[in-house]
């Protein structure tokens, strides 16, 4: 086996061996770097683009992004600009616009991509950063703990053999499926799978190009955005064990002419699927290895999270080290410490608003009602549910703050006839059942 454990003066090779580049992995080295690490990156090969999985990055993210020098290679692969979101319930007549611009001191655009354009510019990216190696045809086997950190075994596609590499951390970005998390003995809680149907309509009529469209009208949201000049993703979301097709009652969710459209890529265009399951893990830290990233936890689809959060992953991470120095059992202590609050929140607030747009009983008509006026009445409302979304609001007392609103708001959906009288007092015991249960969930 080819070893190399260490410099001539016995110091390991790499501060860092990022597991996985993906959009964790890629952000995660290049943060580190910027903050003066030694930075391995192994990726075992990136998915093609028959991988359907997120494609819509918020404003924060994308500021981010732009900080760390990633924005112009997104660009260059043809990101299109997102401002916010449309919400279409059946309830009324025309959508709810949430607008990126109405958040203050935030940019107004996210982007929007097809997921492996994403992944390959960030490794470009990555790859032309100071202080990176990145090995794009490597998959670390194991790792070992040593008494300095930890031996990493890598097998490159160009190489015959493993090699072993020493480096003072490890870093987990190898997505929701994580095996050097089981190694050390991270603990996961996996719940709520369903399995979501993605198709790239071709020149699709969709109302508001450059948003985000929910189109609310069944058990679960339809989601379509533009993710070329040309063409549109929508992605149904299905049971695990139903047919690989799309129910009719969520088609008839979409307004014409853009159904129409939809209903012509169904049978012309290939249809990607993915399974996806909520996932919470116990600690995102072991010894001497943080996970990042999916890899420490997924949330629903609707709140299109993921990537942004995993972007912030990378920056809580590099900031826990305040110079290369820094120990890393310190750097680990601020990361998990920095990390808890806005993995609960996020976890709260996925299911919950799922929930509120599609639940089916009184109690979610009311907190729908609710939800709705909130966004009606309130610019600052409106604010902070984009602020929560885009992950650039994380504290937990806000999101019970504007919970607490949402409900309030729900209450004039009584006079107004959306539950009847009789209907009231087992709603508002299910609400603080189910919410309980979000709690419960995140926790
Ligand atoms: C249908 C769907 C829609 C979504 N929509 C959105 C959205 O609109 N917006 C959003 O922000 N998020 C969205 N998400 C979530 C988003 O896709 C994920 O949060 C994000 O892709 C996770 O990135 P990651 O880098 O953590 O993991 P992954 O993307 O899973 O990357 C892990 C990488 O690690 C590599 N790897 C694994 N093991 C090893 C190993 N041993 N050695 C070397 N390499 C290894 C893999 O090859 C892979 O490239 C969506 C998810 C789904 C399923």
Redesign the pocket.
Known sequence: MHTVTSDTLGHAMYDAVV????????TSAVSLAKKGLRVLL??????SNRR???????PP?TRTLDELGLLPELEAAGAMPAYGFAIFTPEREKPTMLSYSEIRGERSTGI?LE?ASI?HALLTGAKRTPGITVWDD????AVEQTEGGNDVR?QRKSESEARTISTRFVVS????????RSQADIGIREHTTFR?L?WKIPNARLPYPGY?HVFVGSHSPV?A?QVSRTETRV?FEVPLDAPLEVPRSLLAALPEPFRSDVERGIAEQPRTT???CGLHPSRVTAEKLAV?????G?VH?LI???????ISDAARLANAFSSPTTSVEEAFAKYETSRRQPMFTRSALGPALVDALCGEGPEFRLVRHGLFRYWDRSMRGRETSLSLLACRESSLPTLIREYVTVCGFAMTGMATGVVKPQELPGAAFRLLKKTSGYIRNAA
């Open positions: 597991v996985g580049g993906g959009v964790a992995g890629s192994c990726e075992a090969g990136l998915p359907l999985a997120g494609e819509l990055l918020h993210a929007a997921h992944t490597a998959r670390v086997l890598i970005a190898e997505g929701r499926k994580s095996k050097l979501m993605g985000g989601l955005y992605m993915a399974r996806f990042v990233g999916d890899a420490g997924c689809p299109a999270s993921g990537m942004s959060f995993c």
